[in-house]
């Protein structure tokens, strides 16, 4: 990574699949240690997006630069190892039986089970016993991670990614399928992980206000392929503004540091 330079760098990105266009044209930065909330209606990239940040998609033109490392000119396996990805919707199969400390600690090689070959130095081990505390996760270390609530399940997974010391850490819609509370554990969980000292460069995909942690600073709007919005939650997340992203009538209210939309067919 190249000091100083922005965590995400992106001009004129474009995705065109079958002739038909999910980026068109999408220019971002997002500085070191921010807080982005990348949010639109279905069908307006955003997913897609996250795939070209983590490289998984290549674009069909424009360019893609993570820590000054521009796609195509640096080893992309090397750059995948600073990103850390939790995707809800394709969440990795683990063993029904391991526990959390062991599913923790998997994000210290990025596999899904524990290596057969390989011995875990009492270092590691100790960084995975502190992540799990960080999380709120301190006695169930020994419990299945399949008995744990959904909310519970989600911190260990966060905890997971972030043994592995990303430098950038996508989330794409982490609070998809969880009930209120387990959404307020996740959001809480995600609140405390960007108020650390120094934590990772956090996107996030959401659909939903009252799920952006306090701590996002930039929030980035997208529909049809394109930036329709970029700037701070403040000056994005208005009544106005959302009500012509969407396409119906949105009220947005400030509640305690957290936006909430009430939305009305048009």
């Known amino acids: 990574m190249f000091l100083n330079a922005p965590a995400i760098h992106l001009e004129n990105v474009s995705v065109v699949r079958w002739g038909h266009p999910i980026l068109a044209n999408v220019s971002l930065r997002v500085a070191p240690g921010g807080g982005c909330a990348i949010?639109?209606?279905?069908?307006?990239?955003?997913s897609t997006l996250l795939a070209?940040?983590?490289?998984?998609?290549?674009?069909?033109?424009?360019?893609?630069?993570i820590g000054g490392q521009r796609y195509g000119e640096v080893e992309l396996t090397l750059v995948r190892r600073t990103i850390g990805m939790i995707e809800p919707s394709?969440?990795?199969?683990?063993?029904e039986r391991m526990s959390v400390r062991d599913v923790v600690a998997t994000g210290?090689?990025?596999?899904?089970?524990?290596?057969?070959?390989?011995?875990?130095?009492?270092e590691s081990w100790r960084r995975v016993e502190n992540e799990v505390r960080l999380f709120g996760l301190d006695g169930l270390e020994d419990d299945a991670l399949s008995q744990l609530s959904t909310g519970?399940?989600?911190k260990a997974l966060l905890a997971r990614a972030m043994i592995g010391k990303p430098r950038l850490l996508l989330l794409d819609e982490p609070t998809a399928g969880l009930d209120m509370g387990a959404r307020a554990v996740c959001v809480g969980a995600l609140d405390r992980l960007l108020n650390r000292p120094r934590h990772p460069t956090v996107v996030l995909i959401s659909h939903h206000l009252d799920e952006l942690p306090r701590s996002v600073d930039q929030v980035v709007l997208l529909k049809h392929g394109g930036v329709f919005g970029d700037g701070s939650p403040d000056a994005m997340l208005t009544s106005e503004r959302l009500s012509r992203l969407l396409d119906c009538r949105v009220e947005v209210f400030k509640s305690n540091g957290r936006y909430?939309?009430?939305v009305q067919e048009m």
């Open 90 to 95: 394709r969440s990795p199969a683990f063993d």
């Open 39 to 46: 949010l639109g209606p279905n069908g307006s990239g955003k």
């Open 52 to 65: 070209v940040l983590s490289g998984y998609v290549w674009p069909t033109s424009g360019t893609v630069c």
């Open 152 to 154: 519970e399940q989600m």
């Open 260 to 262: 909430v939309a009430s």
């Open 108 to 122: 210290l090689s990025g596999t899904i089970r524990m290596p057969l070959h390989e011995e875990i130095s009492s």
